[in-house]
């Protein structure tokens, strides 16, 4: 089913498929890395998790009209996707203040932001993904600026959709982190994953955090908190 190996990243590995030219397997990991890869863990099953967690969740924004590279979850671990060149931008939405932002800004921890706030950063691990403004993006990436207006009002489109869904489990969507590829076809669409491991998902009711940053802050039980967003996305579809 997967030919070579294209790529390894921190939490999958990229095969092309076996007998397709522009077809990829993706491999979700058991890793988990925190600060930029200064925090290293493994869990058992997380692989699992995230590729039943953004199969769900890019089935789901299929069917709300959203173009995505994904195809179809292959096995536990796998999914097919489209092969896309991943543009090297990470698009973040923000809805309410934590994270890097209340640290950078000096913004109030929950402070809500309506409109949302969109960010980018460079996808550059040596440089530890900075934040970028327009004009670095459209100099240090092959999108032009018409491309670049869309794929951040794709973002914005993607955090009402995925809003709506996670409020309807319970669980309030504080920020994510988007990626977007181009086709061999040229149109750029959404790739890479959406997960726990990419959102922050707070318990409507007790706030609680039920994403990575449980990992990150040592504060939880990631394997425990992904089981619970896998199941609540599973009562709903
Ligand atoms: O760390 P920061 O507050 O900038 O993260 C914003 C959002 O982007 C969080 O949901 C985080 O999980 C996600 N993110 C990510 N990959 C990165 C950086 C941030 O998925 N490399």
Same mark, same amino acid.
């Given at each position: 089913m997967k030919a070579e190996l294209l790529y390894e990243g921190k939490a999958k590995k990229v095969y092309r498929r076996e007998g397709t030219t522009d077809q990829l397997v993706l491999s979700y990991k058991n890793d988990a890395t925190a600060f930029n890869g200064k925090r290293k863990a493994s869990f058992e099953g997380k692989g699992r998790l995230n590729n039943e967690i953004s199969s769900r969740i890019f089935t789901f924004l299929h069917k709300q009209g959203i173009e995505t590279h994904f195809i179809e979850r292959l096995n536990e671990t796998e999914q097919i996707v489209r092969q896309t060149e991943i543009v090297p931008l990470e698009v973040v939405v923000r809805n309410l203040a934590t994270g890097s932002i209340t640290q950078r800004l000096g913004i109030e921890e929950k402070t809500l932001f309506a409109p949302p706030i969109v960010e980018l950063f460079y996808k550059d691990d040596d440089l530890n993904d900075p934040l970028i403004n327009d004009q670095h993006a459209l100099f240090l990436s092959s999108v032009t600026e018409q491309e670049l207006r869309e794929i951040k009002e794709e973002a914005l489109k993607i955090n009402g959709v995925l809003t709506d869904l996670f409020q309807s489990i319970n669980?309030? $969507?504080v920020d994510f982190k988007l990626e977007f590829g181009r086709l061999a076809c040229g149109s750029i669409v959404l790739s890479d994953e959406i997960s726990p491991d990419t959102c922050r998902l707070w318990d $409507?009711?007790?706030?609680e955090k039920m994403d990575k940053d449980v990992f990150r802050q040592g504060t939880g039980d990631l394997l425990e908190v992904y089981n619970v967003i896998l199941q609540r996305l599973e009562d709903i579809s």
């Open positions: 669980l309030r $969507l $409507l009711n007790t706030e």
